[in-house]
């Protein structure tokens, strides 16, 4: 303490007390400050506060929210007193959130809607209406959204589309009123501007109960990118509790709508969910893109008794389909799944080919260990590694060879690697980014038998810092990922770096930044220009189609 004796500070702070004399307490509070006592004293004076009378402690109370007091602890101590003082005196509350400096009002009003006071209505509807105060009007839209008044929503909904923390307050306060009303006019939001739209779908996420999880996944097939991409961040937030509504969302969705039910269910991994996936792959959907889905689930949520149905997985025409089959088998072994490989690549056929070199290039390598006692299976992957491997994928199956005792083998894929060696790796940078870490393995195939050497991230954030840092050559990126889209990602290199700076190559199973006119699809090239992105490819795409839109921007 600085020359003041605490225990004479504490006796006279009671004397005020016992002889309601507010004007000496206040007074003799200017001194409670971190650099007049330490925090022992402080926590004493708030001690003998708690045991005064509303009508004096409320404005000892008021006074030291203007009191310079930094240590955490003994401000929440402060409001834990002025809730206790609060409760039951309405009608202090009220005059101290409308006739107070802002600090106070900011801290009634936060009182106000803990402790439900109900008659506060009224005064938080007129402040809402009438303030100016940023700050002001947040605080009593979340009070007023705490009471959840029906009556309420109106006045919510007239506040939504302001100044961006208004918005929020006024949007999770409409969520927080719960009900069918509540969640039609959150998706009555959603529309032209982007932030909007997040707010609104962030919300709808917090009221959980059925008809809001409802709405929430059928937001999955909106056609705007960052409401189904939040829609998708909320889900997996919930959880298994979304599980029942997504599988139920199967039937009659269209193949857009169905890859992200499917992928969302992935992340969430909730084992209840393999049966429905299993359903779709035993079908055999006509759209690519709804298969590769399945099996990047099937990654996520492993269940070796049902392995055997990935199997035909590895035959699919789309080898990004059967890399993301490779996958999942690696993740879900069992004696049946080994039986069903054995039998494919006995075969010796040109699927079998197709087969092994998917589990090669995806690295499927638990799979290994299983299947080097056949012949011919060691015959099609050494076919594969010396011809069509990109250069690390042959170092690490050599790598994996020798570790599983199959040191002749790998030494002899070893002799042959300079008669497969891909071109001189150039000095361009092309970062990739995409939640898939069998999509990166694709590209990173791809581009390194190009000559190139790709730098992969499958977290964007992890990938924004090393992109605004480094300036590669290109970057390529999936739209749909958790947490961070790709359009969100382009937004943040476009804070820096325009799209003759850095292109970027987007890759999407979407129908996001499509146009139809007189029956022709096209790219909205307009719409590209305003999102940042130079180019558009969808999936699935074939060699020819990557090498090209690579090429658009750098010589291959």
């Given at each position: 303490?600085?020359?003041?004796?605490?225990?004479e500070?504490i006796d006279?702070?009671?004397?005020c007390i016992?002889e309601?004399?507010v004007?000496?307490?206040k007074?003799?509070?200017?001194?409670s400050?971190d650099a007049?006592?330490d925090a022992?004293?402080q926590?004493?004076?708030?001690?003998?506060?708690a045991?005064?009378?509303?009508?004096?402690?409320?404005?000892l109370?008021e006074?030291?929210t203007?009191v310079?007091?930094?240590?955490?602890?003994?401000?929440?101590?402060?409001?834990d007193?002025i809730?206790?003082?609060?409760?039951g005196?309405?009608?202090?509350?009220i005059?101290y959130?409308?006739?107070?400096?802002?600090?106070a009002?900011?801290?009634f009003?936060?009182?106000?809607?803990?402790?439900?006071?109900?008659?506060?209505?009224?005064v938080?509807?007129?402040?809402?209406?009438?303030?100016?105060d940023?700050?002001?009007?947040?605080?009593?839209i979340?009070a007023?959204?705490a009471?959840?008044?029906?009556?309420?929503?109106?006045?919510?909904?007239?506040?939504a589309s302001?100044?961006?923390?208004?918005?929020?307050?006024?949007?999770?306060?409409i969520a927080?009123?719960g009900?069918?009303?509540a969640?039609?006019?959150?998706?009555?939001f959603?529309g032209?501007?982007?932030q909007t739209?997040?707010?609104?779908v962030?919300?709808?996420g917090?009221?959980?109960?059925?008809y809001?999880?409802?709405?929430?996944t059928?937001?999955l097939?909106s056609?705007?990118?960052?409401?189904?991409?939040t829609?998708?961040?909320?889900?997996?937030?919930?959880?298994?509790?979304?599980t029942p509504?997504?599988?139920?969302?199967?039937q009659n969705?269209?193949a857009d709508?169905?890859?992200?039910?499917?992928?969302?269910?992935?992340?969430?991994?909730?084992p209840?969910?393999?049966n429905?996936?299993l359903?779709i792959i035993?079908?055999?959907?006509?759209?690519a893109?709804?298969?590769?889905?399945?099996y990047?689930?099937?990654?996520?949520?492993?269940?070796?008794?049902t392995?055997?149905?990935l199997?035909q997985?590895?035959?699919?025409?789309?080898?990004?389909v059967?890399?993301?089959?490779?996958r999942?088998?690696?993740?879900?072994?069992?004696?049946?799944?080994?039986?069903?490989l054995?039998n494919?690549v006995?075969?010796?056929?040109?699927?079998?080919?197709?087969?092994?070199?998917?589990?090669i290039?995806?690295?499927?390598?638990?799979i290994f260990?299983?299947l080097?006692?056949?012949?011919?299976?060691?015959v099609?992957?050494?076919?594969?590694?010396?011809?069509?491997?990109?250069p690390?994928?042959?170092?690490e199956?050599i790598?994996?060879?020798?570790?599983?005792g199959?040191?002749?083998?790998?030494?002899t894929i070893?002799?042959e690697?300079?008669k497969?060696?891909?071109p001189?790796a150039?000095?361009?940078?092309?970062f990739?980014?995409d939640?898939s870490?069998?999509?990166?393995?694709?590209?990173?195939?791809?581009?390194?038998?190009?000559?190139?050497?790709?730098?992969?991230?499958?977290?964007p954030?992890n990938?924004?810092p090393?992109?605004?840092?480094?300036?590669?050559?290109l970057?390529?990126?999936?739209?749909?990922?958790?947490?961070?889209?790709g359009?969100?990602l382009?937004?943040?290199?476009?804070k820096?770096?325009t799209?003759?700076?850095?292109?970027?190559?987007?890759?999407?199973?979407?129908?996001?930044?499509v146009?139809?006119?007189d029956?022709?699809?096209?790219?909205?090239?307009?719409?590209?220009?305003?999102s940042g992105?130079?180019k558009i490819?969808?999936?699935?795409?074939?060699?020819?189609?990557?090498h090209?839109a690579?090429?658009?921007?750098?010589?291959?």
């Amino acid at each position: 303490m600085s020359g003041i004796n605490a225990q004479e500070f504490i006796d006279e702070l009671i004397f005020c007390i016992k002889e309601e004399d507010v004007v000496k307490a206040k007074a003799l509070l200017q001194f409670s400050s971190d650099a007049e006592v330490d925090a022992d004293v402080q926590r004493k004076a708030l001690i003998e506060l708690a045991k005064g009378p509303e009508k004096v402690v409320f404005p000892l109370l008021e006074y030291l929210t203007k009191v310079d007091i930094s240590n955490p602890k003994i401000q929440e101590s402060i409001y834990d007193l002025i809730l206790d003082k609060a409760y039951g005196n309405t009608d202090l509350v009220i005059k101290y959130i409308t006739e107070n400096e802002k600090k106070a009002r900011l801290l009634f009003l936060k009182a106000s809607g803990d402790l439900l006071l109900e008659q506060t209505a009224p005064v938080l509807q007129k402040i809402i209406k009438e303030d100016k105060d940023k700050d002001i009007l947040v605080a009593a839209i979340n009070a007023l959204g705490a009471l959840r008044l029906p009556d309420s929503l109106a006045l919510f909904a007239s506040m939504a589309s302001r100044e961006e923390q208004v918005n929020r307050a006024a949007i999770f306060a409409i969520a927080e009123q719960g009900g069918n009303d509540a969640v039609d006019q959150l998706l009555k939001f959603i529309g032209e501007d982007e932030q909007t739209n997040k707010i609104a779908v962030e919300a709808l996420g917090e009221m959980q109960d059925l008809y809001s999880l409802e709405k929430l996944t059928a937001l999955l097939g909106s056609k705007i990118t960052i409401v189904r991409d939040t829609a998708i961040d909320q889900l997996m937030r919930l959880g298994n509790k979304s599980t029942p509504i997504l599988t139920n969302a199967f039937q009659n969705a269209d193949a857009d709508y169905l890859v992200h039910l499917v992928t969302t269910l992935g992340y969430i991994g909730d084992p209840a969910s393999i049966n429905p996936i299993l359903d779709i792959i035993n079908t055999q959907p006509a759209d690519a893109n709804i298969r590769q889905a399945a099996y990047e689930a099937m990654e996520r949520i492993p269940s070796p008794k049902t392995a055997i149905s990935l199997v035909q997985g590895l035959q699919d025409p789309v080898e990004s389909v059967r890399m993301s089959a490779a996958r999942a088998i690696d993740k879900n072994l069992s004696k049946a799944l080994v039986a069903g490989l054995r039998n494919v690549v006995r075969e010796g056929s040109a699927e079998s080919q197709k087969a092994v070199a998917a589990l090669i290039d995806s690295d499927a390598s638990n799979i290994f260990n299983f299947l080097v006692e056949e012949e011919s299976f060691m015959v099609l992957a050494q076919t594969h590694v010396n011809t069509k491997a990109d250069p690390a994928t042959r170092k690490e199956f050599i790598k994996q060879m020798s570790s599983i005792g199959q040191k002749e083998f790998a030494q002899t894929i070893a002799k042959e690697m300079p008669k497969a060696e891909a071109p001189a790796a150039r000095t361009t940078q092309i970062f990739v980014v995409d939640d898939s870490k069998m999509m990166l393995k694709l590209y990173q195939n791809k581009l390194t038998a190009l000559g190139f050497t790709p730098v992969t991230f499958d977290k964007p954030e992890n990938a924004i810092p090393q992109i605004i840092t480094k300036k590669p050559d290109l970057v390529i990126t999936d739209l749909n990922m958790p947490n961070i889209s790709g359009l969100e990602l382009t937004r943040e290199i476009r804070k820096k770096y325009t799209r003759q700076d850095i292109p970027i190559l987007m890759i999407t199973t979407q129908s996001d930044f499509v146009e139809e006119k007189d029956g022709d699809i096209k790219i909205n090239d307009s719409v590209l220009t305003k999102s940042g992105i130079n180019k558009i490819l969808h999936k699935p795409f074939t060699d020819e189609e990557f090498h090209k839109a690579v090429g658009q921007f750098i010589k291959t």
